[in-house]
């Protein structure tokens, strides 16, 4: 089983491993501004130093595959890049961001410390293939793969290998749900064994599983009501780490409001999730 180490030249290193403590992904799904960025990177540093696990910052520069064309995408290439390093300038936290061509990789792989390959993009060889080549060698840093609703478990092994030809071996599989009739998404918890099997670390991604894709004809919605339960039963089988969006008000987030958890609960969702993870791995 790998053991990622995650965060270099002065960053707060996070370890993660599918036997270690739970690690959090956490961040708005957009960047949206600098003020909020930071306001929720700094509770949700509170939060995990509290709560005794490693976190991880993530944002995303650019929401590429929004359900409408109209819909707000975040601060861009540059702005939100420049956003991120101050996160992790200030605060001295990993970060993590989407990139969804291979012409922006060589840029982001600069600033952040994990390459997310969205999951509407998790077959794409070329991408894979350049985040690998990008972070191959680079310590600290890593790709995280999410699985395509599209793809079962199992799936995700060849495309990791993708990356790993490169000689990556930093690489994290997450979870976000399986698509399921035309507006639902459903999680397999078997999956999670089948996808720890490659050696990988396995994410749970909770927001994102808790969404109806296009459920409003020109945006997704969801149901936040239904994320303690899906937690705890990934937390229960034994992944690695979860991840998941947050905002200091979701009703006027520009992407995911209904899916995103409110930054004031974060603390009392994660902290039994925290107990349940000690539990199952005895650690």
């Known amino acids: 089983m790998k053991t990622l180490h995650l965060g270099a030249s002065g960053v707060q290193p996070v370890l993660m491993a599918q ?4 690690v959090l992904i956490a961040g708005t799904c957009a960047l949206e501004s600098r003020d909020t960025t930071l306001r929720t990177a700094e509770t949700l540093q509170e939060v995990c130093q509290n709560l005794g696990i490693g976190l991880i910052y993530k944002g995303s520069f650019d929401k590429a595959n929004r359900t409408s064309g109209a819909g707000a995408r975040g601060l861009g290439l540059h702005e939100g890049l420049e956003v ?4 992790r300038r200030t605060f001295g936290l990993p970060v ?5 061509e291979t012409i922006q990789v060589p840029t982001v792989a600069e600033v952040v410390d994990v390459l997310q390959i969205p999951a509407f993009l998790a077959r794409q060889t070329d991408l894979l293939v350049a985040c690998g080549q990008a972070v191959a060698g680079q310590v600290g840093k890593a790709v995280n793969l999410k699985k395509g609703q599209f793809m079962a478990p199992n799936d995700m092994t060849p495309a990791a290998q993708k990356i790993a030809s490169t000689g990556c071996d930093q690489i994290i599989l997450t979870e976000r749900g399986t698509s399921f009739g035309y507006g639902d998404l459903v ?5 999670f064994q ?3 099997a490659s050696g990988w670390p396995v994410v749970f991604d909770i927001t994102h599983s808790i969404m109806r894709p296009s459920g409003k004809g020109d945006s997704s919605t969801g149901d936040r009501a ?5 937690a705890r039963a990934a937390v229960g089988v034994g992944v690695a780490g979860l ?3 947050t905002h200091p008000d979701p009703s006027r987030a520009i992407s995911d409001a209904d899916t995103q958890l409110p930054l004031d609960t974060m603390h009392d969702f994660l902290r ?7 539990l199952v791995k005895g650690c």
Do not use: Q, S
Request: proline share 8%.
């Open 19 to 22: 036997n270690l403590p739970l």
């Open 84 to 87: 991120l390093a101050e996160v």
């Open 96 to 100: 993590l961001t989407d990139v969804h």
């Open 187 to 191: 999680v397999d918890y078997r999956g």
């Open 194 to 196: 089948i996808m720890a």
């Open 226 to 230: 239904f994320a303690p339960a899906l």
């Open 243 to 245: 991840f998941a969006e």
């Open 272 to 278: 039994p999730l925290v107990e349940l993870d000690k």
